[in-house]
């Protein structure tokens, strides 16, 4: 069997595994964020950081929640990784967007954070920040023993099913997941352009 076919084949057990409830429940979730005026606030480095981009855009366009990441402003964030470190540059990021208890926090990432071994410090130090302010803190990751799987309010965590893929696998569902997020008939108020040009 070639690799796309064992790609694939991955990919296909993963969604035979993956917990649906959670899925749901983060629904439900967000449903309750839109109706209290609450915002949405996306954390991810790397491939995850470009897929919270994108979320904030669908998010913001597709279901009419506020939503924001700090990684879109690279002047912002540049200097503040050489002003402040890497380690606070989501919380100090946060404070001066007032983050508050009606808001929550969206983690995006593979490990989740690990302030042992020195893995997504950023992310840690800004779901601590998320939690002594009563934020609720959502996640999709791909490992169950990181710290946004042991703190988060509901947490999506991708199988491994391959540990050689864990990071591909886990955020090309990511998309998958936030796209199944703002398409749900809880969450979708707006339609896409080209499902609106076919009616």
């Not at 042992?116 to 009563?134: C, D, F, R």
């Amino acid at each position: 069997m070639n690799f796309t076919n064992l790609y694939f084949k991955e990919i296909v057990k993963i969604i035979e595994l993956i917990d649906h409830n959670k899925i749901e429940r983060i629904v439900d979730i967000l449903f309750r964020l839109r109706s209290d005026g609450g915002r949405l606030f996306f954390l991810g480095v790397g491939g995850s950081a470009g897929n919270c981009s994108h979320a904030v855009n669908d998010f913001r366009k597709i279901v009419n929640i506020e939503s924001y990441t700090p990684t879109d402003n690279v002047s912002e964030l540049t200097a503040r990784v050489n002003d402040e470190g890497w380690e606070t540059v989501f919380y100090n990021w946060l404070k001066v967007s007032k983050l508050s208890s009606k808001d929550i926090l969206f983690v995006f990432s593979v490990g989740g954070g690990d302030l042992e071994q020195n893995i997504s410090p950023n992310i840690v130090s800004a779901i601590k920040y998320g939690k002594s302010l009563g934020c609720k803190i959502l996640g999709i990751v791909g490992k169950e023993n990181g710290y946004t799987a042991k703190i988060a309010d509901e947490c999506v965590i991708i199988p491994i099913v391959n540990t050689d893929n864990i990071t591909p696998h886990a955020e090309e569902f990511q998309a998958i997941i936030w796209h199944l997020l703002v398409t749900h008939p809880k969450l979708k108020i707006n339609e896409t352009k080209w499902e609106s040009v076919r009616k």
